[in-house]
């Protein structure tokens, strides 16, 4: 896009304050509402181009969405029933369930991978980590007697991420399933630290971020279009494959901190050695296809089509973000 819309502008306004208005929240309507406000705002951020394609994924994302969200308020307001007892025990499940839906976890991340393939770059990043910090915010604070369905959704997701992404010929899907595959880390970690856990979304935001803004510059789609990159100037093909690499989680590099950090924790509970030896299997599968592309990216150029020009724009947006990424480990290392 040339331009920026006034409308997107607005949108993109309310969807920020609407993730405030969640986090600051201490009533649950107040932060239904807030969800809710949340959702009405990403619609037409992606339906914004008119592309039918989009379209499609909005209308998919928008029954996801309002399925969670009325689960939620329902179970809410069976907490306010007059005669609770009975009722009480299917309230957790039902709160629990909803945020599953809302973030796309296992086993309810079907509408997930689905979505991700028919948005633009810029909407599978809001996607991949604005849009679920409200429904991971309030999961992870529920301080629910629950977190044995919690370890066992996080080893799902893992290994879902890792199974699903395995045969992927496009990048929005993948990137998807490694969404998912990450977000299981996250929900695993929750079980012992909070704050690791958050930790660990918000370093899986920065690497995600510099990779997308460079798929999007060169508006790469599938595996083969990204192997045209070799045609493209040195600097490009080496920020990929960095980036890939770091959200693979490759030692050393930043994507490896968050993974390294979680481990020391799970370690030191007995409690969570099944959990945790599924998402070590769901980070490996996870590696390794990421390890294919870059090994992909690395071999010699074939003759074919030119890439895309990158767009200067996004390509210089990347560069701080791609800096972090790859330098904030040693640094980091020395430090703990």
Known sequence: MNSILP???????????STFIA??????????MALELNLLSFIPLITSSSNHQETEAAIKYFMAQTTGSALLLFGVLLTYSSPPTFILPLVTPMVLSSLLLKIGAAPLHFWFPNVMASL?????????????????????????SSNKLIMVVSALSSLIGG????????????????????????????????PYSLMYFLIYCTVLTPLILILNSHQLSTMRQSLSIKSAPQQSQTALILTLLSLGGLPPLFG??????????????????????AL???ALMNLFYYLNIAFSLSLP????????????????????????????????????
């Open 301 to 336: 150029p074939l003759s074919m089509a030119a890439p895309t020009p990158p767009n200067s724009r996004m390509t210089l947006l990347s560069l701080p973000a791609l800096t972090l990424t790859l330098l904030s480990t040693p640094i980091l290392m020395t430090l703990i």
């Open 256 to 277: 490896f901190l968050p993974k390294w950090l979680a481990l020391e924790q799970l370690t030191l509970a007995p409690s969570t050695t099944m959990m945790t030896l």
């Open 7 to 17: 409308s997107t502008t607005i949108f993109s306004s309310t969807l920020i304050t």
């Open 163 to 194: 199974i699903g992404g395995m045969n992927q010929t496009f990048l929005r899907p993948l990137l998807a399933y490694s969404s998912i595959g990450h977000l299981g880390w996250v929900l695993g970690i929750s079980v012992i630290s909070l």
């Open 120 to 144: 633009s770059w810029v909407s599978c990043l809001i996607l991949s980590t604005w849009q679920k910090i409200i429904p991971i915010s309030i999961l992870i604070s529920l301080n629910l």
């Open 280 to 282: 070590l299997a769901g």
């Open 23 to 32: 986090l600051s929240s201490s009533h649950w309507l107040l932060m239904w």
